[in-house]
């Protein structure tokens, strides 16, 4: 049975994006999934996602534009940022762009379950 919660993943490694998707469908979740920044936005103001995994660096739109137009476009919902860029002013960017998270590649499923 899945639980009443829709995550949007949005990332351009095959591998990555299977392994997130797999972990999060196990978890009963519902998911949408993309992996390039161009159908991104689109497919989030279309299934409206409860939360978004938003990779930062994408083919595409990168995940810092996507996330300041939905923020514009009044999407409240969770952004959690995930993305291999760990420094300081890197988070503080993507804070000032409107993530709600923010998780540094490599991560642990289990620690990104425990944050949804």
Known sequence: ???NVKIAVVEDDENLRFLVVHRLESE???VVQT????EAE?????????I????????GKQGSEICDN???????NLIIMMTAKSQDV?????????VS???TKPFSMDVLVAMI
């Open 1 to 3: 049975m899945y639980k």
């Open 28 to 30: 009963n979740y519902q």
């Open 35 to 38: 992996g390039n920044g161009d």
């Open 42 to 50: 689109k497919l989030i103001l279309e299934q409206k996602p409860d």
């Open 52 to 59: 978004v995994l938003l990779d930062w660096m994408l083919p």
């Open 70 to 76: 939905l923020r514009k476009d009044g999407f409240s």
């Open 90 to 98: 890197d988070k503080i960017d993507a804070y000032s762009f409107g």
């Open 101 to 103: 998270d923010y998780i």
